[in-house]
C-alpha cells in the first residue's frame, strides 16, 4: 500500500464530500503522474473506486435532505446507458486507433472545464441576480425530463470514455440548467454519481481494467475523506461554496490537461486554483454577503386577498368566519 496515493484519496474525498467533484477529474491524473499507473487501469480503477466512495457521500446527502430525486433519476435514465457505451467506444477506439486519440479528446474537455470554471465563478461573483434564481428544487415537466436525459446521455459516454464528468460536468449542468442551490447540487450530483459510476465501474471490471489492490488503497483515504466532506458542507456558507465549485472546476481542467500530456507542474496544479479561490474570498469580504431577494410582496397580499370573500355590506371575514344560516 502506497502512503501517497492514501494520501491522494483522503483528498480528493474530502472535495467529493463537500463539492461533488474531484473524482475522475482530479484522481486519475493523480494517479497516472504520481503513482504511475496506465492510464486505462487509472481510469477503470477511478470509476470503481468512485462508485463505492460516492454512494457513502450520496446516502449522507439524502438523509441531510440535499437531493433532488426526481433530477437524479432522469439523468440517470440518460447517463447509465450512455456510460455503457462510453466504455465499449473506449474498448473499440483502442483496437482501431490505439492510443493516439486521447490526447485531442482530453485537451477539448480540458478546455471546456476551464471555461466552464470561469463561468461559473464569474456568475457567483459579478453576478448576483443570477444566485438570486437559484431554486430548492425543479419541477419535473417534461421539458426538464427531457433535458435531463439528454444531458445525462452525452456526459455519460464522455464519462464512460475519460472517467471525467461524474461531479464537474454533471455539477455544471445543475447549476446553469436546472438552477439549483448550491447545495442540492453537491447532493443531487454526489446521489446520481453513484448510480452512475456502478454501471461504468462494472463495465470496466468486465473489460478488465480494475486494480482492486489499488482500489482499496483509495478507499482507505477517500471514505473518512467523503464522510468528513459531508459532514462539512452544512457549516460551509453558499456564498463561499459557489466560488469553491469554480476553483475546483479549474483544478479538474488543470489535472485533465497534464493528462493528456501537456507539462503542467504540480505547483501550478495546486497553486493556480488555490490563488483565484483566495482571491474570490477577498473580493467577497470586500462587498459584505450578498442580500437575499426581496419577499414577493404583491403575490402575499393577492394571497391573503384570496383567503377573504366579499359581503355585501362591503366588509371582507374570512370564509371560516362566516356565519351559517339558521334553519327555520
Known sequence: MDPLVILFGLGVGILIGLTGIGGGSLMTPLLVLFAGVPPVVAIGTDLAYGAVTKTLGGWRHWRKGTVDLGVSAWLAVGSVPGALVGVWLLDRLHTAYGKSFEPTLLISIAVALTIVALTILGRALFMPKLVARERHTVERTTRAKVCAVVIGAVLGLILGITSVGSGALIGLALILVFQLTPHRVVGTDVFHAAILLWAAGIAHFASGNV???????????????????????????????????????????????SKAGADVPPLVLIGVPLSVGLGAYLLQRSRGPIAP??????????????????????????????????PA
Open 211 to 257: 486494480d482492486f489492490l489499488l482500489m482499496g488503497t483509495i478507499l482507505i483515504g477517500s471514505l473518512p475523506g467523503v464522510w468528513l466532506g459531508a459532514h462539512l458542507i452544512d457549516k460551509v456558507p453558499a456564498n463561499a461554496l459557489r466560488p469553491a465549485l469554480g476553483c475546483v472546476l479549474l483544478a479538474s481542467a488543470l489535472g485533465v490537461l
Open 293 to 326: 431577494p426581496p419577499p414577493d410582496i404583491a403575490g402575499t397580499a393577492a394571497t391573503i386577498e384570496a383567503s377573504v370573500e366579499p359581503i355585501d355590506d362591503g366588509e371582507t371575514v374570512p370564509p371560516a368566519e362566516r356565519a351559517e344560516p339558521v
